[in-house]
Nanobody, 117 residues
């Protein structure tokens, strides 16, 4: 089992910044992907950004140039630095950890990000 705990959400004005953190604990194999997904008030859950344990990244076009994903493998923690926030970035941000060898995935409970205009 793996537990994921997100933190760092909150209310921010448009143009502002937030930094999300997600700490993983439990039975963690080195080969994994950690990432962030979000679900807006009227949208389905979508990928924001993800990063493999080897350092490869993938991110949504809508956040390129504004959001940066990073991770501290020693701490099993992934971060999402969000700059230039827009009202459409509002939503619940979920952390996900995926293990390709077992195809198992784990989700955090989410952290709310609200961007006011």
């Amino acid at each position: 089992q793996v537990q994921l705990v997100e933190s760092g959400g909150g209310l921010v004005q448009a143009g502002g910044s937030l930094r999300l953190s997600c700490a993983a604990s439990g039975s963690i194999f080195w080969f994994n992907t950690m990432g962030w997904y979000r679900q807006g008030p009227e949208t389905q859950r979508e990928l924001v950004a993800a990063m493999t344990s080897s350092g490869s990244t993938n991110s949504a076009d809508s956040v390129k140039g504004r959001f940066t994903i990073s991770r501290d493998s020693a701490k099993n923690t992934v971060y999402l630095q969000m700059n230039g926030l827009k009202p459409e970035d509002t939503g619940i941000y979920y952390c996900k950890m995926y293990f390709p060898l077992t195809q198992r995935e784990y989700w955090g409970k989410g952290t709310l990000v609200t961007v006011s205009s």
